[in-house]
């Protein structure tokens, strides 16, 4: 049974401000809720499910308390989803939990202002599979919490520690780490050596990095275009610098 | 002004029966209707569109009958629309036209039954940065006139032949050009050589690659993981997996 309350509570965690306010966010579907139930710096706070989802995971859902398991039927799950075809299970969760990070010794994205929530989500699922570890967005970025953004993190969201920071100042407060940064004009990827330690800044889907940024850069990189296309999509683009960077580890 | 009979045919086009039986297809936005205006291969058959676009646009159109132009305002764009917030101009376009493709000595794209329309989309407009010419997908994938797909390509869509073929059957048709296909435990894509010719054969979102093609295959590839994240989004896979092949051109 929902009430109106619940339906209230979940309609506004759509929205940046309340999901700062409750440091809460919503994920849905078998196999992100599966993985976030499952991460240790991830706390659940009501799952919404239908009775054939909560039958098949008794075993996973027995640590939560009763209340916060309210079975549904089809038709008051399409009243809270925010997909457009609900998806068995919604989830109500803390935001993760991550201790400081360190930023020596490894890679860390930086991103200038991605505005598609799926690039955003694709993007954190990428530097997840390549062990990245954390992601800083500049303020001007989508919200990782926005729904669609963790639809399709596909469940990275729990690992990869995302940061929302003003990026010149995060440049120059870290000043010994290289900035490799994507751009028209740069050197060709395909002649970089992998590294072990740097920040790689991709920029806007449009615009590509601020002007500011890419003074700060030690390298800027392009992928060398063959063919016709004006662009590439930025999820892909960030993909195979990514992979790129990180091909001999 | 926009009569019934119009609004009716444009939504008709949402519909594969219908593109196929028209041989038509419907993209929006200035920046893809400039591509397809200007390609040789695509014949514009109308374009409905706010004053706005038409007076700036009048050179790229003074080649088009005048009834082949729909000026229209703000709500009526609207009606026919296909995007969440209309972009200044809808075309109806003839699929474009294509030589009899080759496939010596040139890298081709396989998909086997990629679902989601942006992925396709995303993957025609890779292809098309890396210059690969040719992508053959499998009778039951997206089909790339499907509104979403058009919109994801960016334009590539005028440059880039998509056929769809019964895979088993195109494969042995071929079986002179090696076959690689991305699969899990294959070996590892930052071992192999770039390559001059081949099927680069990519599997459906959550399925992979069906074994009775993964059979057919000469290399099985497969993008290491370095971290934790349970699979790339299919589109990420793909532009990786052709950066790579592709780098040394």
Redesign the interface.
Known sequence: MLIKSQVKYIQSLSQKKFRDDENAFVAEGP?IIN?LLAAANVETLSLYALKSWIDNNAEIIKSLQANQVIEMKENELERISFLQTPNHVLGVFKKPFFGKPSFEKKITILLDGIQDP?NLG?MI????????ENIICSKDSADIFNPKVVQ?T???IS?IQVLYEDLKTFIDDHANIPVYATALNGKNL?EMNPIEEGFILIGNESKGVHEELLALTKEKIT?P?????????A???A??VM??M????
């Open positions: 196999k993985e799926g694709t699922r990428t530097a997840d599979w390549f062990g990245i399709s596909m469940g990275s690992r395909f992928i275009k063959i063919g016709n296309a004006e662009s590439l999509n999820a892909v683009a993909g195979i992979a790129w990180r091909r001999s580890l």
